[in-house]
């Protein structure tokens, strides 16, 4: 079921990260415009990607590695009735959190086209 609060749908991004530092910051920065709330769950990254997403204004949650356990960390600190789980190299359409949110009050389904910004083969 999908709840609303205040007449609108709160929409929360979730990241998982493992040493993010060069991405996190902008892409944290570009998530608050479009989402209500931003959840970065850290797998014990070796440089600065907490301090940085801290300072871009998510709220960010540790623990351990695994792509899994951290989207349900992330899940689980988030308040949105909405969560989008975002990878930390994707590129964000603009316009992309109101579509989420008002995809989700029609209850309705869709698709963005996917950029990826990583030289990463993974």
Avoid: K, N, Y
Wanted: aromatic share 4%.
């Amino acid at each position: 079921m999908v709840l609303q609060s205040a007449g609108r749908l709160r929409l929360s991004a979730v990241i998982p990260t493992l040493d993010e530092a060069v991405r996190v910051g902008p892409l944290v920065a570009r998530l608050i415009e479009e989402c209500d709330e931003v959840v970065v769950s850290d797998g014990g990254s070796g440089d600065d990607t907490v301090a940085r997403a801290r300072a871009a204004g998510a709220h960010v949650v540790e623990g351990g590695r695994g792509r899994g356990p951290q989207l349900h960390r992330g899940a689980q600190a988030a308040t949105g009735e909405v969560l989008w789980f975002v990878h930390a190299d994707a590129v964000i359409p603009a316009g992309a959190g109101p579509a989420l949110r008002q995809a989700a009050a029609d209850r309705a389904w869709g698709s963005f086209r996917v950029s990826v910004d990583s030289r990463d083969p993974r």
